[in-house]
């Protein structure tokens, strides 16, 4: 089977609530997220999505994916889609790093490979555990008191656990952890994530100060480094997520004892193949895993509902369900959120099938 053509879209993903915020008072209201889709000469086409967290989060931005496309796209024409190994050194080969550029073509092709041999991803990524899995829910940056009312709310849609956008002004973020931490149940999880926010001495304000309040902390300083030395300083559960870029992270935080359990994201490690690969490392590893992606739709969901599904649940810190954050579906088939938890689909491949009425006309088009 040969890859005969590759087409980008661009659809918008406005938040049911109006905007997201994290630390460093960083937003977004709007996300710009590219579908990809990929023709081969068998008639099959695949979908992947790329939605990076803004420009100003990880190394990655919306009109990056389709430049990047455009310049991989014509080194991919004539490859075979299901090799995807194969695939995945072409594509580092025409183009050193960028792996968020990689990360939607990676998914179309699984996609593919799907629909080819009729099971759906997350049999081919290891097999399916369960009826469903868990979710988090973040809750966007807010004062103390605003963030502490939503849980009741998520709780209500389902989620039992929930993820703090602190990294703030230490004092608010204290409060803000002091706040939610009331409101929580036997059985909730809480996880404060600075999101790189504080610099060392904010970070160890914090922790001492929630020393008494079950907490996982999340990445809190910029550097590896810097969030080493709050590991060591501090006696909570720990979790790495925006330095995990790579296999090498991941074996340098293992060697260091520098993290309990880390993010994996799919467009962060560029597609699901690397995905998978850092997700069984870690299984091998004995460490427990988020896993999502940076932001995405339908598509991006679906990527991470099999992703999910197909991971040891006792290795499954959480996963997220993007789709239901945002007001526009952009495909049928998409799995949705029952009482905070999901499920992948059982449909050949990803089991999704795009509104390409919602996608508007292709802005890339290689053939
Ligand atoms: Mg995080």
Known sequence: MKITRIRCYRVDLPLHEGSYKWSGGKSVTTFDSTVVAIDTDAGVTGFGEVCPLGP?????YANGVRAGIAELGPHLIGEDPCQLGK??????????????????????????LGKVTGQPVCTLLGGRYGDNFHLYRAISQEAPEAMASRVGEYRAQGYRRFQLKVGGDPGEDIARIRAVAAKLQT?????????????????????????????????PCLSYEECLSIRRHCDHPFVLDEVIDSIDMILRGHSDRAMDVVNLKIS???????????????????????????WGGDIVTAAIAHLAHSTPPEFLFTATDFNSYVTVSIADGAPRRVNGRMAASKEPGLGVTPRMNELGRALIDVA
Not at 56 to 60: D, H, I, R, S, V
Not at 274 to 282: E, G, H, I, N, S
Not at 286 to 293: P, Q, Y
Request: charged share 25%.
């Open 268 to 294: 962060k490690l560029g597609g699901l193949t690397k995905t998978k690969q850092a997700r069984d490392l870690c299984v091998s590893l004995g460490i427990a895993m988020t896993l999502e992606d940076s």
């Open 56 to 60: 100003f989060y990880l190394p990655a």
């Open 87 to 112: 695939l995945n050194r072409t594509m580092d080969a025409a183009l050193k790093g960028h792996a968020y550029v990689k990360s939607g073509i990676d998914m179309a092709c699984w996609d593919i």
């Open 187 to 219: 059985g909730d999880r809480l996880i404060a994530d600075a999101n790189t926010g504080w610099l060392m001495h904010d970070a160890m304000r914090v922790v001492r100060a929630v020393r008494d309040i079950d907490v996982y902390i999340e990445q």
